[in-house]
Structures are given as structure tokens and as C-alpha cells.
């Protein structure tokens, strides 16, 4: 299978896309096929960490991998990390269940997480990669980004 992040700079839109699409099912593939034993190890729970580090194809893998394991362990419990505030748009015209994956904020991936059968969602905030923590934390930064936590927070939680 072709590398879709060689292929993006060389113009190959499609076939980078295609690419995805097939990364898609070996990823969701390995993801069960791990948990998998480790239910079967009696595992009570499932963490998925770092969701959409590499964009809407890895949101969507995981979405999917989530809703296996759910009809094969119904008790299971499933929690999502995200990597970031937003999703990607590596393949952008991803979608789940008629939600576009790519630039959802975490009020929105809540929801799509909750209807794939995730019992624990992680939303990330503040995520600031040109900064080191102390940095991003400068007092003319601080209300700025408390109130931008606070308002992701409070629409996740609403749900």
C-alpha cells in the first residue's frame, strides 16, 4: 500500500486519499484484534489515547474499532483521548455516520464518540505545539486560554 503522506506533496490527491481509506481497515483490523485479547484477558477496559493524531482517518479507525468491540463486548468500557482541539483534515472528506471528521471541536466529537458506543471521551484543549507548557501559560496568555477550556468543557459536558 502506498505511503499517503509521500503522496500528498506530490499532488496525488486521490491516490493519497485512497490510501487512507485503506489504512483504515488495517488499522481498525489491529486495534481489535489487540483489544480483543485483552478482553478476552479480562481486561475491563479499553483506553484509546492520542485519537486523531494523524487526522480524520485515524479518528474514523477508531470510531470503527470502538463499534466492534462493542457488539462483541458489550460491557466493555471504552475511552477516547484526543490529540488534539481539532481534527485534521489529512484525507477531508472523511466521514462518519454523515459527520465530516475533518475540523470537528470537541463538542462535536463528543457526540460522535457517544454514537460509536464510547463510554470515557478525553477532550484535548489548549493544545499550544510551538510552546513549551511554561510558555503557553504567560499571564497575557492565562485568561484567554481558561476561558477557551471552560467553553469546550461546558458544550461537552452538556451532552
Known amino acids: 500500500m502506498p505511503n499517503p503522506v509521500e503522496l500528498l506533496p506530490q499532488g ?3 491516490e493519497a486519499r485512497e490510501a487512507y481509506d485503506g489504512a483504515i481497515e488495517h488499522a481498525v483490523r489491529d486495534m481489535v484484534y489487540v483489544a480483543t485479547s485483552q478482553c478476552e484477558a479480562v481486561a475491563d ?12 482517518p485515524d479518528l474514523k479507525a477508531t ?6 468491540l462493542k457488539k462483541q463486548y458489550p460491557d466493555i468500557c471504552a475511552e477516547v483521548g484526543m490529540a488534539g482541539e ?15 471528521l475533518a475540523g470537528l471541536y ?11 458506543g ?19 501559560f504567560l499571564p497575557q496568555h492565562t485568561m484567554i486560554l481558561v476561558l477557551k477550556t471552560y467553553i469546550f468543557i461546558k458544550a461537552s459536558c452538556r451532552l
Do not use: Y
Not at 481539532?86 to 455516520?97: A, D, K, S, W, Y
Open 45 to 56: 477496559g479499553i483506553n484509546f489515547d492520542t485519537v486523531g493524531a494523524f487526522g480524520d
Open 118 to 136: 464510547v463510554d470515557i471521551f478525553g477532550p484535548a484543549i489548549n493544545t499550544v505545539s510551538t510552546k513549551s507548557i511554561p510558555e503557553a
Open 86 to 100: 481539532f481534527v485534521l483534515g489529512m484525507h477531508g472528506e472523511m466521514t462518519h455516520n454523515g459527520v465530516r
Open 63 to 68: 470510531l470503527l474499532a470502538v463499534e466492534t
Open 106 to 116: 470537541p463538542h462535536n466529537q463528543v457526540k460522535i464518540a457517544q454514537d460509536a
Open 12 to 14: 496525488k490527491i486521490k
